[in-house]
């Protein structure tokens, strides 16, 4: 089984689509450790703020049938893909991590690079797994948060409890 870590942002209707991307979630794949949720400004559009997060499970899945997977969740969550990169979203599920493999396979790539570029990511990430090592910076998470520079990238924690997302 391999321990992935996934990020979860949302800016339609955000605390509805965060808290069924976490049962989903819990649904396929059991057990989930979940990080603090941090509401952010979008980046690269104007748009309503989001609500990012970062859940870690296991899985047997295989990174691209596993990337296939959250598609779906997304897509039964009202995501339209085919516009803007940037752009307002209902759900935005991402593998950035997948145990420490280096992967490249077509337009998936492990581990993700918007850890190192987006405070949104990594804050979180550093959060639930911040003792897990990069696998090609080879240094942690916490580290990378805290070298970080967020200034131009503030977020703001927002309590959510997910104890009955099942």
């Known amino acids: 089984m391999a321990n992935v870590y996934v990020s979860i942002g949302s800016n339609i209707e955000p605390e509805k689509h965060v808290r069924a991307a976490v049962s989903a979630l819990r649904r396929r794949y059991g057990s989930l450790a979940v990080s603090p949720v941090y509401r952010s400004e979008s980046v690269g559009f104007d748009g309503d703020d989001f609500l990012n997060m970062v859940v870690g499970f296991h899985t047997g899945l295989e990174p691209l049938p596993l990337a296939e997977a959250l598609r ?4 039964l969550n009202g995501r ?9 979203r209902t ?11 280096v992967v490249q396979q077509g337009r998936l790539a492990l581990p993700r690079d918007e850890i190192t570029r987006y405070a949104f990511v990594l804050r979180p990430l550093a959060d639930l797994a911040g003792d897990q090592i990069h696998p090609v910076l080879g240094v942690s998470y916490a580290v990378l948060w805290e070298r970080f520079d967020a200034s131009a990238q503030p977020m703001h924690r927002v309590e959510m409890d997910f104890d009955d997302c099942v």
């Open 72 to 75: 779906e969740v997304e897509r």
């Open 80 to 88: 339209v893909r085919g516009g803007a990169r940037f752009a307002a």
């Open 91 to 101: 759900l935005d599920l991402d593998i950035l991590t997948y145990d420490d493999r």
